[in-house]
């Protein structure tokens, strides 16, 4: 479809979900969370933001029943009906768990919506005018298409879907003589061993990546090993960092174990601490020329404690937006309004609703 129709179906669809629930004010109402799960994990940082404090979270898993998450209790299914009616707001990145829990909830006349509904209805003029600033059609047409996708509750058709992410855009790929590359979220390496593929192994400055996970860490190490040897690359010049990155330099609590889903998070989710740091104190007179993250919702706050660093530099910024749906509005326009200057593209690269991540670059880079 052409990406400005892409976009008045978006625009329409947006306008029906803002009327559904114009009527709905977290504030006053009462309401829970249905799904305890790694997707009500990934959006604690946007319902922190937005001031979404449920009374409760509801999960089918027995397990999790009377147990608490990120602070609150979870109940039974069951319980819901001796609590006089809550809204409930379906959290789930299962599209067939998430229609058999609103089929259930019709049945007993409980009013509920999704996440993703939520944020999209109640920012929609913010979705709109961040369709308007793509610098390219094809963004446009992801964008719109993603979001359309997350209301309908419908995973991306091929056609929106593309290879390559964090090195798809040809600036992207660019790549000098002392070029700086920090790697957030780096996981077991595999973008490293992209990066010194596009460089030949020879024309950049430094890489510093950044991995909590003690298991991720040490396949991370075994990695640059390797690439040290396959390109003669002088030791210290891939400096590995075993930690998180978020707004503050602290130690946080830290869920592990997860593969590449580890992160820091609530104390009730696993008793591990890591180190974090804010990149403004990490390196406070650094040099970075391209930033990739991926680090399971705190790319809004790693971006708040790298303000002074990207203000100096202008990196290119590669950063996932799909971990919540306020990311889709929230990081974006955080970017903006550094008036740095920058153009954004968005790609999609799962055929899931994970992988979405925004391109910011200047016309200089």
Same mark, same amino acid.
């Given at each position: ?24 004010? /977290?504030? *006053? ?9 790694? %997707?009500?994990? /990934? ?13 409760? =979270? ?7 029943? $009377? ?20 809204? !409930? ?20 006349? #409980?009013?509920?919506? %999704? ?26 047409? !992801? ?25 798809? /855009?040809?600036?992207?790929? &660019? ?11 780096? =996981? ?6 992209? =990066? ?24 991370? $190490?075994? #990695? ?5 040897? &396959? ?5 210290? $010049? ?6 998180? !990155?978020?707004?503050?330099?602290? %130690? ?37 020329? #391209? ?46 309004? /550094? ?12 055929? *899931? ?13």
């Amino acid at each position: 479809m052409h990406p400005m129709k892409k976009k008045k179906e978006m625009k329409a669809a947006l306008a029906e979900i803002s009327s559904k629930i114009d009527d709905i004010d /977290l504030n *006053t109402c009462r309401y829970v969370i249905w799904g305890a799960g790694n %997707t009500a994990s /990934l959006c604690q940082e946007s319902f922190r933001r937005h001031n979404i404090d449920p009374l409760c =979270y509801i999960d089918g898993n027995v397990e999790k029943q $009377k147990t608490l998450f990120h602070g609150h209790r979870v109940r039974s299914p069951d319980d819901i009906d001796s609590m006089g009616g809550p809204l !409930v707001l379906i959290s789930s990145g299962n599209v067939g768990f998430t229609e058999e829990i609103r089929t259930k909830l019709n049945k007993k006349g #409980l009013r509920n919506i %999704t996440v993703d509904e939520y944020f999209f209805g109640k920012n929609a003029d913010r979705l709109i005018r961040i369709a308007d600033m793509l610098h390219d059609a094809e963004s446009v047409n !992801v964008f719109c298409s993603m979001i359309l996708n997350r209301l309908n509750n419908k995973f991306p058709d091929a056609g929106i879907i593309s290879d390559n992410p964090y090195f798809i /855009l040809p600036n992207f790929r &660019k790549i000098s003589a002392g070029d700086v590359f920090v790697n957030m979220g780096a =996981y077991i390496g595999e973008e490293i061993e992209k =990066y010194l593929e596009y460089c030949d192994g020879k024309d950049f400055g430094k890489i510093i990546s950044f991995e909590p996970d003690a298991n991720n860490f040490a396949e991370l $190490k075994s #990695l640059v090993k390797k690439m040290n040897k &396959k390109w003669n690359i002088e030791e210290g $010049k891939i400096q590995n960092v075993m930690a998180a !990155v978020s707004d503050a330099t602290k %130690t946080s609590s830290f869920r592990s174990g997860q593969g590449p889903h580890s992160s820091i998070g609530d104390s009730d989710i696993d008793g591990s601490s890591v180190n974090v740091y804010a990149l403004d104190d990490f390196m406070p007179n650094g040099k970075i020329d #391209l930033l990739k993250a991926d680090i399971e919702s705190f790319e809004l706050k790693m971006l708040h404690g790298a303000r002074n660093v990207i203000r100096r530099n202008a990196p290119k910024i590669a950063v996932c937006i799909y971990h919540s749906p306020a990311d889709y509005f929230d990081i974006i326009d955080y970017l903006d309004g /550094l008036n740095i200057g920058y153009k954004f593209s968005v790609r999609h690269h799962l055929d *899931t609703f994970s992988e979405t991540i925004l391109y910011a670059y200047t016309e200089e880079k």
